[in-house]
């Protein structure tokens, strides 16, 4: 049961495709798992798709037009309908892993490179956005804790395997997080039944408050915050 | 915002020139299709890089160039035609903005936004769906100025919330929660959601 959800500005943000990808990315991992934000998601491409309708018609050269119809002729265009988009996900995948988190995780979550930050946190770097996010995963052993820290930027988690919990309550699977430098030391703990595995995008590199993480601030901060 | 005009094609026609498209190759259905989406599509690029013709022609040429490839892929039953040539338009807009460097990484747009279908839907979800889209096509020419200009600067000229706010001179906030009064009113929103 999904209890986190995105505001309805930011699915706003996301059905303009006005958010950055990193941003874009955690929230489509969210639809994956959540009808009611997918319905939304859905009406709102349709306030894009009236918006589109009302525009002032600009002129289009005739020669764009013959343009495009040699293009489509010449059959250098072609792509084979198996190919296409909205196929089903390869077959080799048979965990409920999200569909856009496949290529990067191609044979499932043991078979990835973690690193070692701490000794309850392991991570994985998936890409970088152009805002300077960093887009990873995070393993936090069971019952492990994240040490106490505060955001410089905006933290976007997605819960994909376990759940955990801070101050504010519980996370499940499917469920998303957004914490800002308003958030004072937040200090996620992985529940103790399974590891906990997230998906992160971080704008800004977290501080690490106590004196443990301040001890790991160098560290985790060369070893894949700053990376 | 111009008041709706009287559609050139209504929904039905242009769904028929799309399946026209997927099965036969039409090359006639795809011209009426050109003719009709390739003004939009330009006056879409040019809201948000007024003047830049140049890049508004490449738009055009992506969009109704996927739209020939892909015409086997829409599924009248779950868009709109309207909804499904914006989502191309969009992911082509973003897939441009990315090789341009303005969005970075590895990710591309059609592996954000390929559609979710949700598979068995029943008839009466697909009914309740066509009402929804009815009324929100009646609601959004009633907005009040401010709600649809702040719903025209996200949507058609792709702005965040935070330019969209330097813009107008208001506080985040305010923009924020102009969307979503403007939510409302659509009848968009179900659930109270506060992240
Ligand atoms: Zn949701």
């Known amino acids: 049961m999904i209890r986190h959800h995105p505001s309805a500005d930011r699915l706003t943000a996301f059905s303009a495709g006005s ?17 009611q934000c997918r319905d939304e998601v859905e009406r709102m491409n349709q306030i894009g798709a009236l918006l589109l309708n009302y525009l002032p018609p600009a002129p289009v050269s005739d020669s764009l037009k013959a343009q495009v119809l040699a293009s489509i002729d010449a059959g250098e265009v072609q792509e084979a ?13 048979s965990s409920d892993l999200p569909r856009c988190l496949q290529a990067w995780i191609p044979e499932g979550f043991d078979k990835l490179g973690w690193k070692r930050v701490s000794p309850s946190i392991q991570a994985v770097k998936l890409c970088n956005d152009v805002n300077g996010s960093k887009v990873e995963l995070l393993k936090i052993r069971r019952g492990g804790k994240v040490a106490p820290h505060n955001h410089t930027g905006e933290e976007i988690t997605l819960v994909l395997e376990g759940s955990f919990s801070d101050s ?60 | 915002m111009s008041n709706p005009e009287t559609p050139t094609m209504d929904t039905n026609q242009l769904q028929s020139l799309i399946e026209q498209v997927a099965s036969e190759r039409n090359r ?14 330009k006056s879409y690029s040019l809201a948000r890089d007024p003047g830049a013709h140049l890049v508004a022609d490449e738009l055009v040429q992506e969009v109704l160039i996927k739209l020939w490839n892909k015409a086997h892929l829409y ?37 954000l936004f390929d559609t979710l279908e949700d598979d068995g839907r029943s008839p009466f979800e697909l009914t309740q769906q066509k009402r929804i889209a009815e009324q929100i096509h009646r609601a959004l020419s009633q907005l009040p100025v401010e709600q649809s200009q702040v719903l025209a600067k996200t949507y058609m000229e792709g702005k965040t919330q935070q330019e969209i706010a330097d813009e107008l001179n208001l506080p985040l906030g305010t923009v924020k929660s102009r969307i979503r009064l403007a939510l409302q009113k659509l009848e968009i929103i179900i659930g109270g959601q506060t992240q």
């Open chain 1, 19 to 35: 958010l950055p990808l990193s941003q874009a990315l955690c929230i489509r991992v969210h639809l994956e798992h959540c009808r």
């Open chain 1, 81 to 93: 309908p198996a190919a296409g988009a909205g196929t089903a996900p390869p077959a080799v995948n």
């Open chain 1, 168 to 227: 504010q309550g519980v996370y499940g699977k499917g469920d998303i997080i957004f914490r800002n430098r308003d958030d004072k030391h937040h200090r996620p703990i992985a529940s103790q039944d399974a590891d906990c595995i997230c998906l992160t995008a971080v704008e800004a590199p977290i501080q690490f408050t106590g004196f443990f993480g301040r001890l790991f601030n160098p560290f985790i901060r060369r070893s894949h915050y700053a990376c």
């Open chain 2, 28 to 41: 006639q259905a795809f011209e009426r299709l050109f003719e009709h989406f390739a003004p939009l599509l």
């Open chain 2, 75 to 111: 599924d009248p039953v779950k868009a709109n035609p309207n909804t499904w040539i914006y989502t191309l338009a969009r992911n082509c807009r973003i897939d441009y903005l990315r090789r341009n460097g303005r969005y970075g990484g590895d990710i591309n747009a059609d592996q």
